[in-house]
């Protein structure tokens, strides 16, 4: 069948590109061959607008049928990375090596060492993909840091029960100043107690607004443990989408003075706990350190998938 390729045109391609992503997922039996739509909203309601800025004209390309049916999508997630969502029912390799010079044409970026480079994810069980990729002079990164393990979880599973650590209590976040605790922790939580950057995040809330304007965004899954002076120790957002009916946890963090209290686990066994009370049939959460993942390992269990980075450079 005869696939036309079209960069970006309007909002309208990005609610398309989210009912496309659902049915993706649904086809792969809810295995994260592809984006979660929830991983698409973060990214374009939060990354995109507030860290990224890309020139969209130039970052995101679709292939169609001459019904205009979406065979598939390239998009990035930070300089140089490319991820190719294809649909199964048009997956063959002519597709995924048109993609793949696209990546290379648009995509390509120089890493910290100022090589440039072209960067793609494939499922570390996508022989058929890894083929192609080896084909086009590619190599696996072998860094385990790079590789982001797909945790998963079941909802129909028993969820093991997690006490809330004594001096501290589990709930959603709460309305007014509290979003701006949000924030301040936030900038603790993932920049290494740095409080300039804490406050920054604090003082400037704009970013937060963009990710609670997200279409999946649900203030009752805004989980949050709250400490004993009031402020926020620890947190994940939680995305459910009842089309698929299934979630995506990001992100997930404790400050860095409240951890080693079992606080990670708390705040994401109460999200699988409401998930579950939804209607949920499973929840992923992506983690690339050796923390995080010993963390979801722990609460999720050991089912994953893994997707890996691929590499090639130029000149």
């Known amino acids: 069948m005869k696939l036309t390729m079209r960069p970006y045109k309007s909002e309208e391609d990005y609610w398309q590109m989210r009912q496309f992503l659902r049915e993706v997922l649904l086809l792969n039996s809810l295995h994260q061959h592809s984006w979660h739509v929830a991983r698409l909203d973060y990214w374009w309601w939060f990354i995109q607008q507030d860290l990224e800025k890309m020139e969209l004209e130039k970052s995101i390309f679709f292939w169609e049928t001459e019904k205009k049916e979406i065979a598939a999508v390239l998009n990035p997630e930070g300089k140089g990375q490319a991820y190719l969502q294809v649909h199964p029912k048009f997956h063959t390799a002519e597709l995924e090596e048109e993609m793949i010079q696209t990546a290379e044409k648009y995509f390509r970026h120089p890493n910290r060492e100022g090589k440039l480079r072209s960067l793609i994810f494939a499922d570390s069980k996508d022989s058929f993909r890894h083929n192609i990729l080896k084909k086009h002079g590619y190599q696996k990164v072998e860094r385990p840091e790079t590789s982001e393990i797909i945790h998963m979880f079941p909802l129909e599973n028993e969820i093991h029960q997690v006490p809330t650590p004594e001096g501290y209590t589990i ?128 609460v999720f269990g050991e089912e994953h998938d893994i997707t890996q980075p691929w590499e090639k450079f130029f000149g």
């Open 171 to 298: 709930r959603a976040l709460g309305h007014g100043l509290e979003m701006l605790e949000r924030c301040y922790a936030s900038g603790l939580g993932f920049h290494e107690d740095d409080i300039q950057t804490a406050r920054e995040n604090r003082d400037d809330p704009t970013w937060y607004h963009h990710i609670q304007s997200a279409p999946l965004y649900r203030r009752d899954l805004d989980i949050v443990a709250i400490a004993s002076d009031g402020s926020i120790a620890s947190f994940c957002t939680v995305w459910f989408d009842d089309v698929t009916r299934t979630a995506y946890f990001e992100p997930v963090a404790t400050v860095p003075k409240h951890q080693r209290h079992g606080l990670g686990k708390a705040v994401l066994t109460e999200g699988l706990k409401r998930l579950k009370m939804m209607g949920a049939k499973l929840a992923t959460v992506g983690g690339y350190s050796n923390a995080a993942n010993g963390l979801y390992f722990s």
